[in-house]
Each structure stands twice: as structure tokens, then as C-alpha cells.
């Protein structure tokens, strides 16, 4: 992504980056204040309104978007759950409250909640 945005401030620019230069890089590359890219929030969208917010398995997760497993696994999912978007639990993915807050959508009662990464050893 850095080298997208220093390629932007060459080519538009005087190859300093500045931040009005990474905003209009980051919206030229359709990546969001929370550092989400198109991807991102299709997967996100697609759990909410296909799957009632999850849980749902990556195997229907990848056929709904049109991606590689591998690739929702090993690129996009990884930011997605340790940002706090996004758990993974023994019957599929779920995303969070803040999944539907960050999208302008009114998370349902049973939305779940931000889940820490680590237990606390308490």
C-alpha cells in the first residue's frame, strides 16, 4: 500500500507524501479511514446481508464473493479479525458490532461483540 501511495506521489505530484497527497491516493485506491479496501467491506456486506451476520463457512464465504479460499484466509481475513471486525469461531465467520457500525448499518441485538484476541490470563 505504501509503495501505491509513494508511486501516486511521484506520478502526481513532486514525490513528497503529504497527507492531502495519501488521502487522494487512498481514495484513488478505494481504501477507507479504517483502512479497508473494496474487498474488505464486500466480505463484510456479503456476511451481513447474506448470512445474517454469520456464522457462515469460508468455503460459501469465498463461492458468494468470487475469491480464492487461500486468499480470503491468508490476506484479507487476518486485518479483518485483528482489527476487531471479524471472528472466527468453530461454525464459520461472524462478524462484529463494529462491522455493522462501520459500514452505517444498526448491528441487531445479537450482534457480537468486539472479541479480544488473547484470554485474559486472570
Known amino acids: 500500500l505504501l509503495r501505491r501511495v509513494r508511486d501516486y506521489a511521484q506520478m502526481r505530484g513532486d514525490g513528497r507524501i503529504d497527507e492531502g497527497v495519501a488521502d487522494a491516493a487512498l481514495d484513488l485506491l478505494e481504501v477507507d479511514r479504517q483502512g479497508f479496501d473494496t474487498l474488505d467491506r464486500k466480505l463484510l456486506t456479503a456476511i451481513i446481508e447474506r448470512f445474517d451476520g454469520g456464522p457462515v463457512g469460508i468455503d460459501s464465504l469465498a463461492a458468494t464473493l468470487g475469491e480464492e479460499r487461500g486468499t480470503l484466509e491468508d490476506v ?28 452505517g448499518l444498526k448491528p441487531p441485538e445479537r450482534a457480537a461483540a468486539t472479541l479480544p484476541l488473547f484470554e485474559d490470563p486472570r
Do not use: K
Request: net charge positive.
Open 76 to 103: 484479507t481475513e487476518p486485518f479483518l479479525i485483528q482489527q476487531g471486525f471479524l471472528v472466527r469461531t468453530a461454525r464459520g465467520r461472524m462478524v462484529t458490532r463494529a462491522s455493522y457500525l462501520h459500514l
